[in-house]
């Protein structure tokens, strides 16, 4: 088995702090209740700053997420990739107090999991 790279590590770390970011920001961006419907609710989120934090943290991750992608075989990086969506499950429950239900735990098991053994071959 050989090493990861700290460089790989540190983009890994990075892709998915920033996409777990993005997602909150969005989410709480979405979610506010003083949105209103239709075009109303777009045009108060483009005035709330969760919005643009959110499309800025995307544009930063594209940018880190090629650069990871390059340092790696592309299929390795797209699993390692998928423990993204554990995280954010974690951190919607945490933030937006998010249903965590057996099957959903079930996936989050079987997701770190199989990042696990993709990690250990890498």
């Known amino acids: 088995m050989e090493s990861i790279s700290p460089l790989v590590l540190l983009l890994w770390a990075t892709n998915i702090?920033?996409?777990?970011?993005?997602?909150?920001?969005?989410?709480a961006a979405a979610a506010d209740p003083r949105a209103g419907d239709g075009l109303e609710r777009w045009r108060w989120m483009?005035?709330?700053?969760?919005?643009w934090v959110g499309i800025g943290c995307?544009?930063?991750e594209f940018v880190m997420w090629?650069?990871?992608l390059s340092l790696v075989p592309l299929s390795n990086g797209v699993l390692l990739g998928s423990i993204n969506t554990v995280v954010i499950m974690i951190l919607g429950r945490m933030f937006?107090?998010?249903?965590l239900t057996?099957?959903?735990?079930?996936?989050?098991?079987l997701i770190s999991i199989g990042v696990a053994?993709?990690?250990?071959?890498?």
């Open 66 to 68: 090629l650069a990871f």
């Open 102 to 109: 057996p099957l959903r735990v079930t996936g989050i098991v």
């Open 96 to 99: 937006f107090n998010e249903q």
């Open 58 to 60: 995307y544009i930063v």
């Open 117 to 122: 053994v993709v990690g250990l071959q890498a």
């Open 46 to 51: 483009c005035k709330r700053p969760w919005l």
């Open 17 to 27: 702090i920033l996409d777990s970011g993005g997602q909150l920001a969005l989410k």
